[in-house]
């Protein structure tokens, strides 16, 4: 079997430069959708709380059942069932609205994060509907416990990044006054992602919402001063078995390797029905110790020249996304959730 192996103290590397910027741990919440990055929620679960966050995001109320005994607050995204959040709610839960047609779905008493639309044009209520939503809510007595938004720009030289973060302080400024007026407590402000921290000269918000970075990754314009961080997973595959090949023989589907010389070949137990996504002859891909993937990846196989037991198939993945034309949230997201995971 395939393992994924997570470096704690990388993982610990990045958590501290994260909180250096953010000035306090309790700043930071952690990422952890979509298995958290295909990295496993509950190991990275399990070690941001060892670590001492006590804040998480994720997507929807599955993902924050599976991780609630671990943080005090826990950041739903994108809940679109809301019977299940009549049912499942849990206090420790907080509601992303992303529509004012949500609040008469939302029940009662609950916690909520107003997502304002500030430029991206995803999700969340246009600035003229936030005295209708804050109303709204607060007529279900549902607590308004933040008020937030996302970049659709923050890993690029533009100056769209700073043209939503001034909307954001217009917004904030706007919520400050209607509170005080309403008699009501002053919610959270957040805007940030990973590439939106590291753009802050000084961060001065009450939270940041960070997945890539604590990773490893910033995929970002290489002009920008980043910090170097530490890619925290690594893909390792063990030998299913081994043969000799003479010249002009072939591997794999479509016979598409050809050998120039006698060589040793293993096959090994990854492939994309792992989520490694395939790659054919066209490509050129070595492994972290230097094998090139010789032929085409199959759904549960590879092939390396080599007869080593257990090898390393990437250790950071930012190769990989280059030669897949994409970013290195999709590597790591694709990796099958049933790769067993182990913390080093
Ligand atoms: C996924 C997500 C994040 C984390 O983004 P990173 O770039 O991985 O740090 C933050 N906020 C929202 C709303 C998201 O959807």
């Not at 709610?89 to 529509?99: G, T």
């Not at 107003?114 to 999700?123: A, L, S």
């Not at 996504?277 to 196989?301: A, H």
């Amino acid at each position: 079997m395939p393992t994924i192996k997570i470096n704690k103290n990388n993982l610990f590397d990045n958590l501290n430069i994260i909180k250096n910027k953010v000035k306090h741990s309790n700043k930071i919440a952690v990422v952890l959708k979509d298995n958290a990055y295909g990295h496993g929620i509950l190991e990275m679960a399990s070690l941001t709380s060892e670590f001492g966050i006590k804040k998480a995001v994720v997507r929807n109320m599955d993902e924050a059942l599976q991780i609630k005994n671990y943080f005090d607050e826990i950041l739903i995204l994108a809940q679109t069932d809301f019977e299940q959040l009549n049912t499942s709610y849990s206090h420790a839960f907080h509601i992303v609205l992303n529509s004012l047609e949500h609040i008469e779905k939302l029940p009662k008493n609950i916690k909520v994060h107003i997502k304002v639309n500030t430029g991206m044009n995803r999700n969340g209520i246009c600035q003229d509907s936030l005295e209708v939503a804050i109303s709204g809510l607060l007529k279900k007595n549902i607590q308004i416990c933040g008020i937030m938004t996302h970049y659709k720009n923050a890993d690029t030289v533009s100056c769209d990044y700073y043209v939503q973060k001034q909307h954001f302080y217009n917004i904030k400024d706007k919520v400050i006054k209607l509170c005080e007026k309403l008699s009501q407590p002053q919610p959270i402000f957040h805007s940030c992602n990973s590439a939106g921290l590291f753009r802050c000269e000084n961060f001065d918000e009450d939270l940041a919402r960070i997945g890539i970075a604590m990773y490893g990754y910033l995929d970002n314009d290489d002009v920008l001063d980043f910090p170097k961080l530490k890619p925290v997973l690594s893909l390792w595959a063990n030998r299913i078995s081994t043969r000799y090949l003479n010249k002009n023989e072939s591997v794999g589907y479509g016979g598409t390797y050809k050998t120039d010389k006698k060589i040793i070949i293993s096959t090994y137990d990854v492939g994309y029905g792992n989520g490694f996504l395939r790659i054919n002859e066209n490509q050129e891909f070595f492994t972290k110790d230097g094998y090139r993937i010789l032929g085409r990846v199959s759904m549960d196989n590879l092939s390396l020249n080599t007869d080593k037991d257990e090898v390393c198939i990437f250790d950071d993945v930012r190769s990989l996304a280059k030669l897949h034309n994409t970013i290195s949230y999709e590597i790591t997201t694709t990796l099958s959730p049933f790769i067993k995971k182990e913390i080093i």
